[in-house]
């Protein structure tokens, strides 16, 4: 399943090196009043974010949404920031993942839409195609999950973040995560199963 998507973790890796500061001195120095604490934990934490809600939510427009009412309700709260209580990520994902729940209570039905092609100056036409109907078929596949097995499969298996984050972030045992992921995890192998062939899995 991990070459049918991208995660954030590159990015993340990339933007808190060793040394840099942490979450919640950024948080604390943009309470403040320093802009540039903003601009770093923005770059840092938005694009997790933005990841999560566009897999929940298979939409890039409400996705956008969902990171800039996220981070604006960060930036609301963070005088209030206690450090230590809980990592800034680990809240940032919780309300990322409660405004992605009420957009889907608001639609009156579900619908697919486009998933975005991956951008590469490298790859053939061909192979642009795949991975594009690939990401689809993931994309699709997810959006059959119920909400909680595929919250649960987004964070574990394309955030890659441990299950007691996990655990923390949907407000459940890590034992429940676990449960939700394995079927998660089974539903997709399942539904992806049927398609080996078309997406170019038939040797593997």
Not at 96 to 102: G, H, P, R
Not at 110 to 127: G, H, W
Not at 175 to 181: C, F, Q
Request: proline share 3%; charged share 30%; hydrophobic share 40%.
């Amino acid at each position: 399943m991990r070459d049918l998507s991208t995660s954030s973790t590159g990015a993340r890796s990339q933007s808190q090196a060793a040394g840099d500061p942490g979450d919640d001195a950024l948080l604390r120095r943009f309470a403040e009043g320093d802009a540039d604490a903003a601009r770093i934990l923005t770059d840092r934490l938005g694009p997790r974010s933005f990841s999560v809600a566009l897999r929940l939510l298979n939409d890039r427009a409400e996705a956008e949404d969902v990171t800039q009412e996220a981070m604006m309700r960060l930036w609301k709260m963070a005088p209030d920031w206690v450090a230590g209580q809980a990592k800034v990520s680990t809240w940032l994902y919780r309300v990322t993942l409660n405004l992605c729940v009420d957009i889907r209570r608001k639609k009156s039905a579900d619908s697919l839409s486009d998933v975005a092609e991956p951008e590469s100056d490298a790859i053939s036409a061909t192979e642009h195609l795949q991975d594009a109907a690939r990401l689809d078929a993931l994309q699709f596949a997810l959006a059959q999950l119920p909400d909680r097995q595929r919250q649960a499969v987004v964070l574990r298996h394309i955030e890659e973040l441990p299950n007691p984050e996990i655990a923390g972030i949907m407000d459940v045992s890590v034992e429940a995560v676990e449960s939700l992921t394995a079927r998660g995890k089974r539903a997709l192998a399942q539904q992806l199963a049927t398609r080996r062939d078309e997406l170019g899995y038939a040797d593997g």
